[in-house]
């Protein structure tokens, strides 16, 4: 089994703590030694994960003073058992979306999106990337693709927002019954730190996911890329029968 770096399991040892340690927004944090004590690392690898917090916006380092804990940002809770568009997740939850980036584009099938589609490598795509933002603040990129048979570029062109949230709009031209999905920990490419104002070494939540119509034809393929601290991804679960 593959370990995770020390930074990584800093990172989420200090989590632990800052969720279960009974701190509140504003409390100052213990000084670094004791700190690094009470997760078990080393200071050095400490100060890796605070640098990542507070570029996340989780912690406050104030010279001299002290580190302390900031308010959690307005976030976005979603069950991952719904099948639901990004605008559909903010505007859900009370939040205004904004899309700071859209590029619309037609590409040859790469063998990944050819795969998870059921199409011939090279065949043509149209690829949609996007940024959203909640309060100016970028909290989700998403690469889309699909058959350039099912939404040509000039219609991709004409949407302000995801393919997913046109194609879950119209049921009756795109018949969309299921996802597959993949959720896991990742950190983001030189272009995709840059569209969320991360670090390379920040964890995102990462989604992969496939559409399929009722028939198990695959309609639509997606990579998200959230930013943790905006977004609870949650699962319900239920004893067997």
Known sequence: MKTQPRYIQAEIRLHNLLETGGYRPGDKLPPEPELAKQIGVSRATLREALRSFEQQGLIQRKQGVGTFL????????????????????????????????????QERALPKAAHRLGIPEGAPVTVVSSTYAVEDAPVAYILEVTPATWIPLNEAHALDGSLLDWMLADRVRFPVSYARAHIAPVHGSPEICEALR????????????????????????????????????????????
């Open 70 to 105: 900031t308010p959690r940002p307005v976030y976005a809770e979603s069950g991952l058992e719904s099948l639901e568009s990004i605008e559909m997740v903010l505007r859900g939850r009370g939040l205004a979306v904004q899309v700071c980036q859209r590029t619309p584009r």
């Open 198 to 241: 991360v670090g390379p070494t920040d964890p995102l939540f990462f989604l992969e996911q496939t559409a399929h119509d009722g028939d198990h034809r695959p309609l639509y393929y997606s990579r998200n890329y959230y930013v943790p601290s905006y977004f609870d991804f949650h699962v319900i679960r239920r004893p067997q029968a």
